[in-house]
């Protein structure tokens, strides 16, 4: 069977601007832009999983976030299920602690990046809302 995997995935907002870092290039799906997260594990909730993610990949304390959109979506070689949460209330400033390019981009300009397969809805989220 296909490995699968659950990932709690964070929308960083601050005014019109959304936080995104590119995936290495060893990384499945490399090369791509993403939303910072990680995968949920053994014990933890997704809130409390977005929360270290966030911590050790950008070194931001989430104050608090709320579900935005839940996606499963099947890739060639795994399955991913993308419980993604919106983040307006942090402190830090966030950077890229594992050396990924990253940047905050305007939500009309999210377009110009190319994003996972299963990324597409949460953009369209993003632009309608
Ligand atoms: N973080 C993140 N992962 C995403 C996004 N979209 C998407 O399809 N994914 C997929 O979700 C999975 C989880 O990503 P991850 O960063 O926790 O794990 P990884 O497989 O890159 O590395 P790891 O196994 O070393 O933890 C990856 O297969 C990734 O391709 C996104 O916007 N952000
Ligand atoms: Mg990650």
């Known amino acids: 069977m296909k490995k699968q995997v659950h990932v709690?995935?964070?929308v960083i907002k601050k005014a019109n601007l959304i936080f995104i870092a590119k995936r290495h290039d060893e990384q499945?799906?490399?090369?791509k832009w993403e939303f910072p997260g990680?995968?949920?594990?053994a014990g933890e909730t997704v809130t409390q999983a977005l929360a270290r993610?966030?911590?050790?990949?950008?070194g931001i304390e989430v104050k608090s976030?709320?579900?935005f959109l839940e996606i499963h979506h099947d890739y060639p070689d795994k399955s991913v299920h993308l419980d993604i949460h919106?983040?307006?209330e942090f402190d830090g400033q966030a950077r890229h602690?594992?050396?990924q390019d990253h940047k905050w981009v305007a939500i009309s300009d999210l377009n110009?990046?190319?994003f996972p397969a299963a990324n597409v809805v949460i953009i369209e989220k993003l632009q309608t809302n």
């Open 8 to 10: 709690a995935v964070g």
């Open 28 to 31: 499945h799906q490399g090369g």
């Open 38 to 41: 990680g995968k949920v594990e």
């Open 53 to 58: 993610e966030l911590n050790e990949e950008i």
């Open 65 to 67: 976030s709320t579900p």
């Open 86 to 88: 919106l983040v307006e």
């Open 97 to 99: 602690l594992e050396g």
């Open 112 to 114: 110009n990046y190319e």
